[in-house]
């Protein structure tokens, strides 16, 4: 199977992140590869007030923590599109920053 396209992917790394325990590897095998991805880094991840599936960072030698939302593969480069659209999007480039 290849990368969750969508939703289904996301729900079910939030169901499993509410079990109790990680699932055994032989009951994700049938599952995408972000899933299993997923599923191996459950204690880093949480839903964030917004609903949306994240990673937590610890930023080093701070206390600071970093919400990674996380963004199925197969939609990275239509997210990516969309943000850099119009007159604001994207960044004004290295030398003017």
Known sequence: MGSCV??????????????????APDTITDQSSDVKTLCAQLD?????ADETLCRIFHQNGTSKTIFQKFVPH??????????HKG????HIGIRRA
Do not use: S
Request: hydrophobic share 45%; net charge positive.
């Open 6 to 23: 969508n939703l289904p992917c996301i729900l079910h790394t939030i169901t499993v992140k509410n079990q109790l325990a990680k699932p």
């Open 44 to 48: 880093l991840l949480t839903v964030a």
């Open 74 to 83: 197969a939609l990275r480069n239509q997210i990516a599109d969309e943000m």
């Open 87 to 90: 007159l604001k999007g994207g």
